[in-house]
């Protein structure tokens, strides 16, 4: 007997709206639960010697994409930041430092600056600093602290460790970090007179003063996060990959 065709068709039509209500549901509730995903685009390839980008690059990846969010993309070519395909990403993190070479040229330069003045996300981690040196003066202000040169004086303290100091603790990156220990380059060469926000700092052991470890600014509709942190593999422990796991959701317009 065919159960199905013997049933009145108002329950019939019970059944249906009821299973079409059911999934309905289902889905709104695998849409509330997915990420919202951000694509970032991570820069490396070259650098100065005694950076391993080689090792360096794959560690701070693994940081970022321990934030599910997060699909990074890995580029050894920072000639791709001639490319019009920047605009695919929310961020880019520059991982790199044009030692003894040109850097990308100017149809690169003022793709990055008008992709981050144009609410692109900005990450700069350890020598980045130093990208595009003297070949770019804006570059201060869209980094909003750039590495002083090789005749500016003591670049940093003698590599050790350190205490990295949360200045900020209600900052959306910041928030809820606490203080840490790192073996790092406490870096004290970085220059510029851009307004930046110090969520974190840490004090030389050579001369006493106070360097910002992590900052941010905006530029444009941009957001900007810079740390210097991150020497080598060691030092991109895992509270410098939650600072800057953190500062990437935050330039991509997440909750980080």
Same mark, same amino acid.
């Given at each position: 007997?065919?159960?199905? /065709? %013997? &049933?009145?068709?108002?329950? +019939? ?5 009821? *299973? #079409?209500?059911?999934?309905?549901? @289902? ?79 100017? /149809? %690169? &330069?003022?793709?990055?600056? +008008? ?5 692109? *996300? #900005?990450?700069?981690?350890?020598? @980045? ?128």
């Amino acid at each position: 007997m065919n159960t199905t /065709a %013997a &049933r009145p068709r108002w329950i +019939r039509r019970l059944l249906i709206t009821a *299973g #079409l209500a059911a999934a309905s549901l @289902a889905a709104l509730a695998f849409a509330a639960g997915a990420p919202e995903t951000r694509r970032v685009l991570l820069v490396t390839g070259i650098d100065y010697p005694g950076h391993p980008w080689r090792e360096t690059a794959p560690v701070l990846r693994a940081h970022l994409e321990k934030d599910r969010r997060l699909a990074v993309t890995v580029s050894e070519d920072p000639h791709l930041l001639d490319s019009g395909a920047l605009t695919n990403y929310a961020a880019v993190i520059l991982h790199f430092q044009n030692w003894e070479v040109p850097g990308p040229g100017p /149809a %690169a &330069r003022e793709n990055l600056r +008008r992709f981050v003045e144009n609410s692109g *996300g #900005l990450v700069l981690t350890h020598f @980045a600093c130093g990208a595009w040196y003297g070949e770019w003066p804006e570059f201060k202000n869209l980094a909003g602290r750039a590495w002083f040169g090789p005749d500016g004086g003591r670049q940093h303290d003698p590599h050790g460790t350190f205490t990295v100091t949360i200045k900020d603790r209600n900052h959306p990156v910041t928030a809820g970090l606490k203080d840490f220990a790192t073996v790092d380059e406490l870096y004290t060469c970085l220059e510029g007179d851009a307004p930046i926000h110090v969520l974190a700092s840490a004090t030389s052991k050579v001369d006493g003063k106070e360097y910002p470890m992590a900052f941010v600014r905006e530029y444009g509709r941009g957001r900007v996060f810079h740390s210097p942190l991150g020497h080598d593999a060691r030092a991109y422990n895992a509270e410098v990959g939650t600072l800057l796991r953190r500062g990437t959701a935050w330039v991509a317009g997440l909750a980080p």
